[in-house]
Every structure is written in C-alpha cells, then in structure tokens.
T-cell receptor, first 113, second 113 residues
C-alpha cells in the first residue's frame, strides 16, 4: 500500500516555463512534507518543506502548495531551468508517530533548452 | 568536506557472502538512517538511530544489522546476501526526529550475483 504517490513518472517543460510536480497521500496523520531533488548517481537533496499548518511555502523559484482536504501537494518551479532536470521525490511524515518519512516513487523532470 | 559519506560506492559480491557498508556524517546530526531504493525506485526506510539508539526498525530481514558506534557513524552489515538484496542503499542524517530535513549520502550500489 503506497501511502505517497506521484502519479506522473515524467514531465517535460520548456526552459523559462512553470514546472508543476504533483504528489498525493492517503494517510491523514501526515503533517510534514518535503520535496527532494535527485541527480543520477547522487543522493537526494532537500529542496523545500511544508508543515500542515500552512498551505504554501516559498523559497526562491520553488513553491510548495498543500491542500489538506484533498491530501495533495504540488511543487511549482518558476522559471524552470535546464539545471532543474532531475528526479523529484515528495516525502511525508506523521511527526507524532514514528517520525519516519514515506517517499513517493519520484517524477523525472526534463527542462528543455 | 563531504557532509554524508558512504563507502563503498559500488559493491559487487556473490550470494551467501557477508558485506558491510559504512556511513559517516560530519554535520553534527544526532539521527541517522538507512534507506533502500529498489529496482522500482521505491525509497524505503530500513533503520534509524537517534543518539546511538535504534528508533526505527522496519520489517527488514534480520540478515541486516545496523551498528552505530557513535552519533557520526551508522554502518550496515548484511549476512548471507541474496539476489533480492541488490539495490542502492542510502545513508542519511538529520538534526532530530520528525520535522527535520534529511541529508543523504551518495548511495552504495550493491549488486549480488
């Protein structure tokens, strides 16, 4: 039972346009969410996080939106750059529980120059 | 000045052998993790240690044994390796449990033949 799902395995976007990566979760106990970026042959790198007390968090070109009622979060990258081409993972945790993060299977983003 | 390092980066071994993967972090974190990324790209938590105490132990075969000699090190020993153990193993660390981003090592690609 995959509690965190990224239903789009891949996404292609033109340079300068917006990239929107989506993530859905099923466990209503999840209250902290993170996005990671991963380049080939490297470990995931933390990008941005959001707590369930917020519905938006912004850091430069990256914004994460959280819709608790829909159990959905999205990562917006504006403007997209070729260096953003990577696999993006969302992860969720129930901070009152065992503190473990459940990861989605990732979305491969390709930004076309 | 690598933050989270793992050795070796690649490990090729035969079924039935025993092998170890080492992890070290120089970030001053008190929580460390082992993750397994399988062929379907699922990134799953295996173990977590907080201040050398085991706090997360997922349903992992007992052939896998983590050892944390101190807060900066978390090693993974695998006995009687099987074909299904082939995967990329990532070590990670964080400042604490719960709502803290995790910093990942580069991964160890284990191939069991």
């Amino acid at each position: 039972d995959q509690q965190v799902k990224q239903n789009s395995p891949s996404l292609s976007v033109q340079e300068g346009r917006i990239s929107i990566l989506n993530c859905d979760y099923t466990n209503s106990m999840f209250d902290y969410f993170l996005w990671y970026k991963k380049y080939p042959a490297e470990g995931p790198t933390f990008l941005i996080s959001i707590s369930s007390i917020k519905d938006k968090n912004e850091d430069g070109r990256f914004t994460v939106f959280l819709n608790k009622s829909a159990k959905h979060l999205s990562l917006h990258i504006v403007p997209s750059q070729p260096g953003d081409s990577a696999v993006y993972f969302c992860a969720a945790s129930a901070t009152s529980g065992t503190y473990k993060y459940i990861f989605g299977t990732g979305t491969r983003l390709k930004v076309l120059a | 000045d690598t933050a989270v390092s793992q050795t070796p980066k690649y490990l090729v071994t035969q079924m039935g052998n025993d092998k170890s993967i080492k992890c070290e972090q120089n970030l001053g974190h008190d929580t460390m993790y082992w993750y397994k990324q399988d062929s379907k790209k699922f990134l799953k938590i295996m173990f977590s240690y907080n201040n050398k105490e085991l706090i997360i132990n997922e349903t992992v075969p007992n052939r896998f044994s983590p050892k944390s000699p101190d807060k900066a090190h978390l090693n993974l020993h695998i006995n009687s390796l099987e074909l299904g153990d082939s995967a990329v193993y990532f070590c990670a660390s964080s400042y604490g449990r719960g709502s803290y981003e995790q910093y990942f090592g580069p991964g160890t690609r284990l191939t069991v033949t």
